[in-house]
């Protein structure tokens, strides 16, 4: 009776447009008061206990530090650097979108953060060489998904505090698959291109102007050799890692290029403070919303389910996937890991599943869930920043969801795709 009351609660207030933080801590505080098994102050004791982690300190520093690169002009220069190398082959435009993305994932840390970058330079620049909207928006919005693929990861970091495994280890995990979406969504890019005739840009850049388009964008090239370098090379946490990242972004917006203005700082701030408040919402009322299930051994009843249908390990992954994807379909990529890692990770790691792995396979289902309606972030991001429909980016978007969903299948089948880079590193 709980349990229904919990799911129903929450699936009541969910369908009721009420934010999922909203839903989620309403609906735990429901079956709890029912239950009557715990004292009210459980609630409060969750909310701040949940966030009480040093891990969890790189969420606001990897917001903030997107926000000033975006704002300070390197992803401008990231573009730049794609055109030169890009922009004459068919579809180069839209080549340079997902390299582009690639970069600035490895910046931001965060999907929707991407697309709104990118997007916001590279849609307008698309209409004026005659790419339809919808094909346009759709590729930015997919190719946004690699913002928590390609490390730094927001949803990695919740991730590995939620299933106590190595943040660098899942940072290294996302690399591989990160890089094989990127490729798979410029190979649709390239042939929708050439089947539609878009075509690229006419000009060739000399040997010098392609190095002084390099040496111009340095410094945001830079930001992830800085920021992965450092944590891989020892000298710093990844919390640690996100606060340099601030540091570097403010300096290089600021004093180097010179188009960040004191006076956008608070605008700057401000934003990444609710942003972070918003995330943090949602940790703290997941987490009670997981004890909860803990406390009603949901985690345990499912586990058991599943065992029973079967003990094949690549049928379960497969139930699983099936099962990530619909729940990436309506449910916020931090709340669903959070809510969802502790009743799945025990049924793969019964049957061998390696815990890094699985973190790999239910970020990149969840990836693939910021393009998928009716909830997809990254299509309401695109269809807004492009002046579109959301009927019209979603469309847009299918070929490239198709790629993903390849990506996906080989990532959750071979391992070695998400395990080589942290094995080789001994993590």
């Known amino acids: 009776m709980i349990s229904l009351l919990l799911f129903g609660l929450f699936?009541?207030?969910?369908?009721?447009?009420?934010?999922?933080?909203?839903?989620?801590?309403?609906?735990?505080?429901g079956a709890l008061f029912y239950s009557g098994k715990v004292s009210s102050s459980f609630i409060a004791q969750g909310l701040v206990t949940s966030i009480d982690s040093f891990p969890l300190m790189a969420v606001p520093f990897f917001i903030l530090a997107g926000d000033l690169m975006g704002h300070g002009g390197l992803s401008k220069r990231l573009l730049n650097v794609g055109n030169v190398f890009f922009g004459r082959f068919t579809g180069g435009l839209a080549i340079i979108a997902?390299?582009?993305?690639?970069?600035?994932?490895?910046?931001?840390?965060?999907?929707?953060?991407?697309?709104?970058?990118?997007?916001?330079?590279?849609l307008p620049a698309m209409a004026r060489d005659g790419y339809p909207k919808g094909f346009s928006i759709g590729l930015v919005a997919s190719a946004g998904c690699m913002g928590i693929i390609i490390p730094p990861s927001i949803p990695m970091v919740i991730y590995a505090t939620s299933s106590?495994?190595?943040?660098?280890?899942?940072?290294?995990?996302?690399?591989?698959?990160?890089?094989?979406?990127?490729?798979?969504?410029?190979?649709?890019?390239?042939?929708?291109?050439?089947?539609n005739n878009y075509r690229g840009s006419p000009r060739k850049y000399s040997a010098q102007e392609?190095?002084?388009?390099?040496?111009?964008?340095?410094?945001?090239?830079?930001?992830?050799?800085?920021?992965?370098?450092?944590?891989?090379?020892?000298?710093?946490?990844?919390?640690?890692?996100?606060?340099?990242?601030?540091?570097?972004?403010?300096?290089?917006?600021?004093?180097?290029?010179?188009?960040?203005?004191?006076k956008d700082l608070y605008k700057i701030i401000a934003g990444s403070a609710l942003t972070s408040a918003s995330v943090m919402i949602i940790v703290g009322t997941a987490t009670i919303f997981g004890r909860v299930l803990a406390?009603?051994?949901?985690?345990?009843?499912?586990?058991?389910y599943i065992v029973q249908l079967t003990s094949s390990p690549a049928l379960i992954l497969l139930l699983i996937n099936i099962l990530l994807l619909f729940v990436g379909m309506f449910m916020e990529t931090l709340a669903a890991i959070i809510i969802l890692t502790p009743i799945l990770l025990p049924v793969v790691v019964a049957v061998g599943v390696d815990p890094v792995h699985f973190g790999i396979v239910i970020i990149v289902n969840l990836a693939i869930g910021l393009v998928t309606p009716p909830v997809g972030v990254n299509l309401f991001v695109g269809a807004r920043v492009g002046g579109s429909t959301l009927e019209a980016v979603s469309k847009g978007s299918m070929p490239f969801l198709i790629a993903m969903f390849v990506i996906l299948l080989l990532v959750t089948y071979v391992p070695s795709l998400s395990l080589f880079l942290p094995q080789l590193m001994g993590l």
């Open 295 to 304: 406390i009603e051994r949901i985690p345990v009843m499912i586990a058991e």
């Open 11 to 29: 699936l009541v207030l969910l369908l009721s447009s009420v934010p999922i933080a909203i839903s989620l801590g309403l609906a735990a505080t």
């Open 98 to 122: 997902v390299v582009t993305c690639m970069f600035f994932a490895a910046i931001s840390g965060s999907g929707p953060a991407t697309v709104a970058a990118i997007g916001t330079i590279l």
């Open 210 to 262: 392609i190095l002084a388009t390099i040496n111009d964008a340095k410094w945001a090239l830079l930001v992830p050799v800085i920021i992965l370098g450092g944590i891989y090379g020892g000298i710093f946490t990844p919390t640690e890692a996100a606060a340099v990242g601030v540091i570097y972004g403010f300096i290089v917006g600021t004093f180097v290029y010179k188009e960040l203005k004191f």
């Open 164 to 195: 106590n495994v190595s943040i660098s280890a899942m940072f290294l995990a996302g690399v591989i698959p990160g890089l094989l979406i990127g490729i798979s969504l410029m190979l649709v890019a390239y042939y929708k291109s050439k089947k």
